[in-house]
């Protein structure tokens, strides 16, 4: 890899990065420690100035009062989002963020632009998916989770990232459907965090999508979940990219293992 772009990230578990920008430290969609995949837990993360957070589903949030007790950072979501986290934290509404679509902040080390997203299609109706949901036995025992499950069905925020020496990172998990390609062909994203999927047919579109975006650098997220992993897919995904982009460059993360681009 050539260019320096400037970025160094660990990957944790499922969607969750720890990214350093500078002196500013962002952990993404923290669920960690109760995550099957893996055996690092919230400890593994070194520092946290900002979380972001894709949705508000139990699989994205188990760690976020235990990094806010502990590095006491600030909170970017969804605005849908921002009151039953602010209630379910019991922290002071200055710390929570809410994040309209194509907001962009401002923080020196990085400018973190909100992007609409949808959350991957679960393949059922509302009710039946709220009925699921709930009986998590992570959100029977935390009434406070189970509220947020609702909300974490509808609203689904991207980021992309910014450095002042204009690299773009872009952390992304939805399907890959017109609208969400349309908007991230507008980025050119130098690097893309993106959700590998767990169907082998739907790889190939992945990969179309890290092409049309105009990515150089492919990361996969949320392999690891539910103890599904298949390597053979984290492969195929890499020669599907490759195929298309022949001068970029696929890294397969390991949990708890830096990442410097």
Not at 109 to 122: P, Q, S, W
Request: glycine share 6%; net charge negative; hydrophobic share 40%.
């Amino acid at each position: 890899m050539e260019k320096k772009y400037g970025v160094s990230l660990k990957w944790l578990a499922v969607t969750s990065f720890e990214m350093r920008f500078g002196n500013t430290t962002v952990v993404s969609d923290p669920y960690i420690t109760e995550c099957v995949g893996t055996d690092v837990t919230w400890e593994n993360v070194e520092n946290c100035d900002i979380i972001c957070l894709g949705h508000a589903h139990w699989d994205h949030i188990t760690d976020i009062p235990r990094l806010m007790d502990k590095f006491h950072p600030i909170l970017l979501c969804g605005d849908q989002t921002a009151m039953p986290m602010a209630q379910w934290l019991n922290c002071s509404p200055t710390v929570v963020y809410p994040m309209y679509p194509d907001n962009e902040l401002d923080f020196g080390d990085v400018k973190i632009r909100a992007l609409y997203g949808r959350h991957t299609n679960l393949g059922s109706g509302f009710n039946d998916l709220c009925a699921r949901l709930d009986q998590n036995p992570l959100c029977q025992a935390d009434p406070g989770m189970a509220a947020l499950q609702p909300v974490g069905s509808f609203e689904y925020r991207n980021f992309l990232f910014t450095l002042p020496n204009g690299t773009k990172v872009l952390l992304w998990g939805n399907d890959p459907t017109i609208e969400q390609v349309n908007i991230c062909k507008a980025l050119k994203p130098d690097i893309a965090i993106i959700q590998r999927s767990t169907k082998p047919e739907a790889i190939a579109q992945k990969a179309e999508f890290a092409a049309a975006i105009g990515c150089k650098v492919l990361i996969p997220h949320h392999h690891d979940f539910r103890a599904v992993d298949d390597p053979a897919i984290v492969e195929t995904f890499r020669k599907e990219f490759l195929d298309r982009v022949p001068d970029g460059v696929f890294i397969a993360p390991e949990h708890g293992q830096w990442i410097d681009l």
